[in-house]
Antibody, heavy 123, light 109 residues
Framework: QVQLVQSGAEVKKPGASVKVSCKAS????????ISWVRQAPGQGLEWMGWISAYNGNTNYAQKLQGRVTMTTDTSTSTAYMELRSLRSDDTAVYYCARGYCTNGVCYPAFDIWGQGTMVTVSS | SYELTQPPSVSVSPGQTARITCSGDALPKQYAYWYQQKPGQAPVLVIYKDSERPSGIPERFSGSSSGTTVTLTISGVQAEDEADYYCQSADSSGTSHVVFGGGTKLTVL
């Protein structure tokens, strides 16, 4: 079945970096984009950015420009999100999500989500 | 930056109709999407392109759009519909940035 499986929980100190992986299966990886969305405890959803699995083009949320890098490895159908200079307010569940395409049209929405990766930033 | 505004909470009795609104200046130009999120789970897409239902989503979920406001309607609400609902759209300024509303907690009384 179509699924995205993310790496496990992380605990990091302020100022460190974290890299979360998202392995896709059950579909042609390069035919869809992947977005990353985070959710702080008890808070709403925040879009972090998008990467094309076809050509690696990226589009990052302005708030995270300079701190976030999204990449893909097409040989393993895996997407990665690296966040640097971590702060306490980066503590959140991080989701990868596949772009939604139907009837030959792709929309800026997300139909398949990973299970989430909890990243805790604490000294 | 572009914002989408939702009411924090909506309450409804089982069998009644729940309506959750989402307002944003760019909604006349950009489609809206709706997600359902239950505690401890990833969001699920329930409406795309303002009013279309992905396969597998029950018919009681519907969406509509009027000017700068979109509405998610859940007809014949069931206990299992209790969840957080988020609207989502894209910035119309050419950045293609995605934005989520703050979320609405639907309580089934």
């Amino acid at each position: 079945q179509v699924q995205l499986v993310q790496s496990g929980a992380e605990v990091k100190k302020p100022g460190a970096s974290v890299k979360v992986s998202c392995k896709a299966s059950g579909y042609t990886f390069t035919s869809y984009g992947i977005s990353w969305v985070r959710q702080a405890p008890g808070q709403g959803l925040e879009w972090m950015g998008w990467i094309s699995a076809y050509n690696g083009n990226t589009n990052y949320a302005q708030k995270l420009q300079g701190r976030v890098t999204m990449t893909t490895d097409t040989s393993t159908s895996t997407a990665y999100m690296e966040l640097r200079s971590l702060r306490s307010d980066d503590t959140a569940v991080y989701y990868c999500a596949r772009g939604y395409c139907t009837n030959g049209v792709c929309y800026p929405a997300f139909d398949i989500w990973g299970q989430g990766t909890m990243v805790t930033v604490s000294s | 930056s572009y914002e989408l505004t939702q009411p924090p909470s909506v309450s409804v009795s089982p069998g009644q109709t729940a309506r959750i609104t989402c307002s944003g200046d760019a909604l006349p130009k950009q489609y809206a999407y709706w997600y359902q999120q239950k505690p401890g789970q990833a969001p699920v897409l329930v409406i795309y392109k303002d009013s279309e239902r992905p396969s597998g989503i029950p018919e009681r979920f519907s969406g509509s759009s009027s000017g700068t406001t979109v509405t998610l309607t859940i007809s014949g609400v069931q206990a299992e519909d209790e969840a957080d609902y988020y609207c989502q759209s894209a910035d119309s300024s050419g950045t293609s940035h995605v934005v989520f509303g703050g979320g609405t907690k639907l309580t089934v009384l």
